[in-house]
Nanobody
Framework: QMQLVESGGGSVQAGGSLRLSCAAS????????MGWFRQAPGKEREGVAR????????DYADSVKGRFTASRDNAKNTIYLQMNSLQLEDTAMYYC???????????????????WGQGTQVTVSS
């Protein structure tokens, strides 16, 4: 069973930066899809970034392209989300998620992620 623990959320003024971390345990993340998602009150969950395995690359939501950078450190079994130029609309609970080990489907598949962290709150104020 994979466990994911996010950290790094907090309150920041618009234009500021935060870095989220997600530490995984139970399985190695090296060969599976990892993702960052967020959900604001009253809104549907949104995929922010999907990190493909084996250095294939990372996909971003249009709303965060150029401002957010997702990365993984396989040695630490951890993924990160560097968030710059934060906007009021970025306020949400942020979750990391992992596909099952050996998953060979698309990281863009909304059903690819059975493992989720507890979330970390990001609040952006003016």
């Amino acid at each position: 069973q994979m466990q994911l623990v996010e950290s790094g959320g907090g309150s920041v003024q618009a234009g500021g930066s935060l870095r989220l971390s997600c530490a995984a345990s139970g399985y190695s993340i090296i060969s599976t899809c990892m993702g960052w998602f967020r959900q604001a009150p009253g809104k549907e969950r949104e995929g922010v970034a999907r990190i493909w395995p084996r250095g294939v690359g990372t996909d971003y939501a249009d709303s965060v392209k150029g401002r957010f950078t997702a990365s993984r450190d396989n040695a630490k079994n951890t993924i990160y989300l560097q968030m710059n130029s934060l906007q009021l609309e970025d306020t949400a609970m942020y979750y990391c998620a992992a596909a099952a080990p050996g998953y060979v489907g698309s990281c863009r598949d909304v059903t690819a992620f059975p493992y989720w962290g507890q979330g970390t709150q990001v609040t952006v104020s003016s």
